[in-house]
């Protein structure tokens, strides 16, 4: 019987900080997408298991929710736990610890597994998938709603294009840099007093390497934002974010 969980050591590097000597919230997604690809790799779901059946795994929705920020030069321990397929959905879990075993982060994601050719969502797995042996449950999970807020009452920031730097292999922005996209937006000294505490994002539609989109932005209260994109008309993505004063989080 292959394990259900799976766990690797990453320590934050300098370049994945930010300038305040602690981790940028996009890199610790970043962690996360690639302790998972790398479990499903070990349970046979490979690139080439993916040609073959003409399927692709799309993210469609996480969250993360900080304990503590990681600093600069930390050691963490990422131990990911994916759950068996239910409603056509995917949830993984992935908690992110620090050097004494203390969670620091908590990451869930919700994927879906398409047909390349008809891009359409499969509520059932091709039989190659039997290797695969999620577990029946994962107890744990982050609230995955969003207060949203209108368009109207949202200022538009500007125009942001997928270029070469932000796409990855899939030839689209890759999941986490639209939270890079949407920590820039905010103003500096907003960063520089706060801790991204709880976020949680919504992938509507990818956007090609050389597309463009249009990001809105919204502070409905105190150190709680919301953003979409849009992209000729349409939202593909909104996200929301919750503050946290920095002295509260250390």
Not at 162 to 170: L, V
Not at 225 to 235: D, R, S, V
Request: proline fraction near 5%; charge should be negative; hydrophobic fraction near 40%.
């Amino acid at each position: 019987m292959l394990p259900t969980e799976y766990a690797e050591a990453f320590q934050v590097y300098r370049h994945d900080g930010d300038c305040f000597g602690f981790v940028q919230p996009a890199t610790v997604l970043r962690y996360a997408q690639q302790i998972a690809g790398e479990h499903a790799i070990a349970l046979g779901l490979t690139d080439a298991l993916y040609a073959k059946t003409h399927t692709a795994y799309v993210l469609v929705k996480q969250a993360i929710h900080f304990d503590r920020m990681p600093h600069v030069d930390e050691h963490l321990q990422l131990i990911t736990k994916p759950e068996a397929l239910k409603r056509a959905v995917n949830k993984r879990i992935t908690q992110v610890l620090d050097a004494a075993g203390r969670q620091t982060a908590l990451v869930d994601s919700r994927w879906v597994l398409i047909d390349t050719d008809r891009r359409a969502i499969l509520r059932k797995h091709p039989e190659e998938f039997a290797t695969a042996h999620w577990a029946a449950e994962v107890p744990q999970e982050l609230p995955m709603k969003m207060q949203k807020v209108p368009l109207e009452d949202c200022r538009q920031v500007g125009l942001y294009t997928a270029t070469y730097s932000q796409c990855d292999m899939n030839g689209h922005m890759n999941n986490a840099r639209y939270v890079d996209v949407i920590c820039d937006a905010l103003q500096p000294e907003v960063l520089a007093r706060n801790f991204v505490q709880d976020l949680v994002i919504y992938y509507h539609k990818e956007v090609p390497r050389g597309g463009a989109f249009t990001l809105c932005c919204a502070a409905p209260e105190e150190n709680r934002w919301y953003f979409a994109g849009l992209q000729e008309g349409k939202c593909c993505f909104e996200a929301e974010m919750r503050l946290c004063p920095k002295n509260e989080m250390m």
